[in-house]
């Protein structure tokens, strides 16, 4: 910990880490009550979570930052 920094946890195994260290990514969350009938309620949401670094590399988020980083590119560049 260095100064005031805050600590987040890590979404997957719990663990403690503080906030310039851990990796965050935005999770999209569906959710419907479909009960196959007509009148559903859907729900989605964009919700941001935080892993640590071993969670992060196990998962494969770097890559799909990679990803992201590269399409965000090609949409703002052109
Ligand atoms: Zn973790």
Known sequence: MRGRDTAVTCDN???SVHRPKAVS??????????LHQGNDVKFFERRRVYYCISCAKHKG???KKAEQA??????YNY
């Open 13 to 15: 195994c719990g663990r």
């Open 25 to 34: 990514f935005e999770k999209a969350i569906n959710m419907s009550t479909n």
């Open 61 to 63: 988020i770097f890559k």
């Open 70 to 75: 590269a399409r965000n590119a090609e949409k």
